[in-house]
Nanobody, 114 residues
Framework: VQLQASGGGLVQPGGSLGLSCAASGSIFSIGAMGWYRQAPGKQRELVAG???????YYADSVKGRFTLSRDNANNTLYLQMNSLKPEDTAIYSC?????????WGKGTQVTVSS
């Protein structure tokens, strides 16, 4: 199983970016899934995610600005990021739980700078 993340880049403060994370391979029983980020010198944090029973979670720092969604038919997770701030700069990684497996995608850099 592989997760392919895409959509990062450089954007000015106040701008928007969309991330996607597509699962491929022997996919089975996807449970919880989410987007994490890690800024330089900081610990990785959960930005937004779906719990196993489908509830959504957002970190307080992104509530009202980021929107999480998914396409179950295509095993894809999305994160729409609006009103971006310099403090959103980080490497964003997606994660999906499949049974006993915790699968990570390669991170994608998001830089918010003028």
């Amino acid at each position: 199983v592989q997760l392919q993340a895409s959509g990062g880049g450089l954007v000015q403060p106040g701008g928007s970016l969309g991330l996607s994370c597509a699962a491929s391979g022997s996919i089975f029983s996807i449970g919880a899934m989410g987007w994490y980020r890690q800024a330089p010198g900081k610990q990785r944090e959960l930005v937004a995610g779906f719990t196993t029973d489908g509830r959504m979670y957002y970190a307080d720092s992104v509530k009202g600005r980021f929107t999480l969604s998914r396409d179950n038919a295509n095993n894809t997770l999305y994160l729409q990021m609006n009103s971006l701030k310099p403090e959103d700069t980080a490497i964003y990684s997606c994660n999906m739980i499949m049974g006993a497996l915790s699968v990570w995608g390669k991170g994608t850099q998001v830089t918010v700078s003028s």
